[in-house]
């Protein structure tokens, strides 16, 4: 908390507010998990620098401080989440604009994979160097129409159950922020003829719960091999 009152005291200290200090105001405060208390506490900590510091000549800078800080903190008390549906190509879509949004990491706990488009998201991901990681059910891997098979061929991080029990989680989680979840299946089938949602959000409590269950089940679960080992010339 000291960090981030410092940080206000700076912002303020010589009457004008850059478009980077309103950057880096926003930044800083947004990457700092608080609660309802912490977040009360320094909405009225702004209100009582913003009248130690206001007077005649600064009073139109000290308005807009207040209106910059005071989004800075409401960015971070109020998570982003949405809500989508299929039939149709809406839940794909999302799914595949979060893999190619990633900046570093993609976790992926689902039960099947089996549509082309998704899967090539996957790959480009992997490609271009993001850490790719993907646990799935074992039975479900050898389905007709699986791309598990060839993303393994071509280097993607993946591990399954070996059990007799079903992988039946459907989750991503983006760079360690953003989740999706939900009961759409990643298949063409749930995109054209399946009553399905999915679930996307930022919400930081809900995000550590699902990092904390795709550690453990990366930990539990196999490396998956191949089906089929090639041989030189075969």
């Not at 401080?65 to 039939?87: G, M, R």
């Amino acid at each position: 908390m000291n960090h981030i009152l410092d940080h206000l005291k700076l912002s303020i200290e010589d009457d004008f507010l850059s478009k980077a200090e309103r950057k880096s105001l926003k930044e800083f405060i947004g990457d700092t998990p608080l609660d309802e208390h912490q977040l009360n506490f320094l909405r009225s900590k702004i209100y009582e620098l913003a009248n130690e510091k206001i007077n005649s000549g600064n009073y139109k800078f000290i308005v807009e401080w207040i209106k910059d800080a005071s989004n800075a903190l409401l960015t971070k008390s109020v998570s982003t989440s949405d809500a989508y549906f299929s039939p149709g190509d809406t839940c794909r879509n999302v799914i595949i604009q979060q893999i190619q949004s990633a900046v570093k990491q993609v976790q992926i706990c689902v039960f099947t994979i089996s549509d082309d488009l998704i899967s090539d998201a996957i790959l480009t991901s992997h490609k271009l160097g993001k850490d790719v990681r993907i646990i799935t059910d074992n039975d479900k891997s050898l389905d007709e129409g699986s791309d598990i098979e060839r993303m393994v061929r071509q280097g993607v991080q993946i591990k399954m159950d070996r059990t007799q029990n079903h992988m039946h989680h459907k989750f991503m989680i983006v760079d360690g922020k953003t989740i999706i979840t939900g009961s759409y299946n990643w298949t063409r089938s749930a995109a054209r003829y399946n009553h399905e949602n999915i679930l996307l959000t930022q919400d930081a409590h809900l995000v550590k719960s699902f990092l904390k269950q795709f550690d453990q089940l990366w930990k539990e679960m196999e490396a998956y091999q191949p089906l089929f080992i090639e041989r030189n010339g075969g």
